[in-house]
């Protein structure tokens, strides 16, 4: 086997053809070629007698936790979890609960207009009271649960961030969905 220095390369003047070696990755993104190499590894069964293989995994073990691996064992034994996931849970269960308060209100609005008769004085004073109710704690809920996601933004990387309720734009829609019925 004849061993060729390449570093020497450019200063060798003999006529010799000149060519330098093809790498398995030229050409290539080095993340395509461990996923080919995965794939094949797979295609030729390599990954069939693997410990484990169909097993759940065992996520008991949390070292990434840190000194805080007994607190979040002991929360999750409770039924808790930790500050950050419950305050993200208090956040959709209360956006839920406004948008079927809203669903309920815009029931009564569709309700009242698409009935045979129209609606008397009293029952339209009645209605647009409960609107203007409804828009008012609507508004308020919103401004909280910004609030609250501020907090959550607070408190967690910035990866789980979650976005801000556009509130003007949720108020124009609540207007959009439930008008006023006139007097």
Do not use: C
Not at 40 to 57: C, I, S, W
Not at 65 to 83: E, F, H, I
Not at 99 to 107: A, G, H, I, M
Request: glycine share 6%; aromatic share 8%.
């Amino acid at each position: 086997m004849d061993f060729k220095d390449w570093r020497n390369a450019a200063n060798n003047t003999d006529g010799a053809e000149q060519t330098r070696p093809v790498g398995k990755l030229s050409g290539r993104q080095y993340q395509h070629y461990i996923e080919e190499q995965i794939q094949q590894a797979v295609a030729r069964g390599d990954f069939d007698n693997l410990p484990g293989t169909g097993k759940p995994l065992n996520l008991e073990d949390d070292a990434l936790a840190g000194d805080k691996t007994s607190a979040y064992r002991l929360l999750k034994q409770n039924g808790y979890a930790p500050p950050e996931i419950e305050l993200l849970k208090e956040i959709r269960l209360e956006n839920e609960r406004v948008e079927q308060q809203l669903n309920r209100l815009r029931s009564q609005s569709r309700a009242l207009r698409t009935r045979r008769v129209s609606p008397f004085p009293g029952e339209k004073r009645a209605y647009n009271d409960s609107v203007e109710k409804a828009a008012t704690a609507y508004e308020g809920k919103l401004r909280a649960l910004n609030r609250k996601i501020l907090t959550f933004n607070l408190s967690v990387p910035a990866t789980m961030h979650m976005t801000f309720l556009d509130v003007e734009k949720k108020m124009q829609q609540f207007r959009d969905a439930s008008p006023l019925l006139p007097e």
